[in-house]
């Protein structure tokens, strides 16, 4: 039963609450619940185990219990989830519908329909629609009140609902298409057919009008088309303005409004480019933005993907933030509050906590704070063994290597350059381009004790600062070239753009 083991320990905390609740609220349940406990407690599946934690259960018996086990779970969580599910609502509202005009209570009936139909209509769900139409052509039917201006009525309607469904049917299968062309290229193989073909369904004029598409559904999927053609074309303004376009319509359609994490995997992509165009004063603001909208909703949401997504965004963009700013009481701050975040928020997330780990300890470099750069870097490697072959792992060698060589340690250097060395002659380590251009300079350090230029035309800056300062250069003075305020750009249309975000508020 690896996959009771897997469910359980992916449960959110205030899931793990509610099926806890429910377990013990029967007591049919209470050995169930002995078993939910027991696996809490095992870090990997281990049947032996549970079964020497009750053994009186045989085996057998044991087997079936955890198999019965899973099945609760299952049936709890979907409970636990059903006042949110709005696709879940509906149908049960269809099986209302129905048991009420089973009853004869055709007014009644007619009343729920009603709403159902409403509703079916704003979040777009077309069978609820459908079915709701025609349960309204049965129950005028069965009250001997049909005339032909009802019938008329919602044949238009149903005909306005399968169009709708066909028109994001035929702008899906564009997406499938778009969605594999784009993994292909970016993951397997970078032939230009696959970018051609990708550049070309996202210019076709059924993607690109998106003003003519009458389904929200619709549109929020050529906007990801769109999306996908400007990143693989390497056109991020153009990037930038479809992901502005399809916020808005996640923000103003009733369709997507409590479409939480879409929102905000969207606003990150936005955050993006002001990133890549050095917009920093807008960006910053753009993060005040994000935390006055999406704070609150996680406070009290239960959604522990929304919660994760929504640090990791926020912690992600503070640090970029500090590159340029290096305020020392405001990276303390942050670092106290990412501890209190990953221990309450998000610590069931290890690959997360140890990513905002890594990237606190390259800012403590470039602020200069070396000793706790070196313990970001050690908690990050603590939680990071099983991936040692991991590009963040390997970025993480290299930044040690820059902690001894900057906290002047030769001899912790030099045996670190020896092991990297040796890792790579043997492929248990393999760099990018850029870790590759990184590790020769260090390599040339030990070997010859200086660096002479390098050629780096890549867009990381901080890889800019490290080879900046490995040719000698003050850390300070390479730090202010690559992050300085006063070289930052402005963004007019995003400044206008957030004045509307705002105003939504």
């Not at 049909?146 to 019938?151: A, C, P």
């Not at 230009?192 to 210019?203: C, D, G, H, Y």
């Not at 955050?271 to 999406?294: C, H, N, R």
Request: charged residues 25%; aromatic residues 12%; positive net charge.
């Amino acid at each position: 039963m690896k996959s009771l083991f897997k469910l359980v320990k992916s449960l959110h905390p205030s899931e793990k609450r509610y099926v806890n609740l429910r377990l013990q609220s029967s007591k049919t349940n209470s050995l169930l619940h002995a078993y939910f406990e027991t696996i809490q407690t095992l870090k990997e599946y281990d049947f032996d185990k549970i079964a020497e934690k009750h053994p009186s259960a045989a085996p057998k018996i044991l087997k079936n219990s955890l198999r019965n086990l899973y099945a609760n779970v299952l049936r709890y969580l979907r409970a636990y989830n059903a006042l949110s599910d709005s696709e879940g609502q509906l149908a049960d509202m269809l099986k209302d519908v129905r048991n009420l005009q089973e009853k004869s209570m055709y007014e009644e009936a007619e009343k729920l329909n009603n709403k159902l139909i409403k509703q079916s209509q704003i979040l777009e769900y077309f069978f609820y629609e459908k079915e709701a139409l025609q349960n309204s052509w049965n129950l005028n039917h069965l009250r001997g009140q049909l005339k032909f201006n009802v019938t008329e009525e919602i044949e238009r309607q149903l005909e306005e609902a399968e169009s709708k469904e066909l028109e994001v049917s035929i702008i899906n299968k564009s997406y499938r298409k778009a969605v594999t062309l784009y993994y292909q290229y970016f993951f397997y193989e970078r032939k230009p057919s696959f970018k051609n073909e990708l550049v070309e369904i996202a210019n076709s004029p059924l993607i690109r009008d998106i003003s003519n598409l009458n389904s929200a559904k619709a549109k929020m999927s050529s906007f990801e088309i769109q999306a996908m053609g400007a990143i693989i074309q390497g056109d991020l303004l153009a990037h930038h303005d479809v992901r502005k376009d399809q916020y808005k319509l996640l923000l103003t359609s009733e369709v997507f409004q409590k479409s939480y994490l879409s929102q905000i995997l969207v606003l990150s992509n936005i955050l993006t480019y002001l990133k890549a165009s050095s917009a920093i004063k807008v960006f910053e603001k753009y993060l005040g933005y994000m935390k006055s909208y999406f704070l609150p909703l996680v406070e009290k949401n239960t959604d522990g993907v929304l919660t994760e997504k929504y640090y990791d965004i926020y912690f992600q963009n503070h640090i970029y933030l500090q590159y340029w700013y290096l305020e020392k009481d405001m990276i303390n701050n942050l670092i106290e509050e990412f501890r209190w975040a990953s221990k309450k928020e998000f610590k069931r997330n290890k690959l997360l906590v140890s990513r905002v780990y890594l990237s606190f300890a390259q800012l403590l470099i470039l602020s200069g704070d070396y000793k706790h750069a070196l313990q970001h870097l050690i908690e990050y490697q603590s939680l990071s063994l099983d991936k040692k072959n991991s590009t963040f792992f390997v970025d993480s060698e290299l930044h040690l290597l820059m902690v001894h060589y900057l906290m002047d340690k030769p001899d912790v250097f030099d045996k670190s350059v020896e092991t990297i060395r040796r890792k790579e002659r043997v492929e248990t380590i393999i760099f990018n381009d850029e870790q590759k251009v990184l590790f020769d300079a260090f390599f040339s350090i030990y070997k010859n004790g200086t660096v002479e230029a390098v050629n780096y035309q890549g867009n990381k800056s901080w890889l800019k600062v490290y080879l900046e300062v490995l040719q000698k250069t003050p850390m300070e003075e390479a730090v202010k070239s690559q992050f300085n305020l006063s070289k930052a750009v402005e963004s007019q249309k995003d400044e206008k753009y957030l004045e509307w975000l705002n105003s939504l508020k």
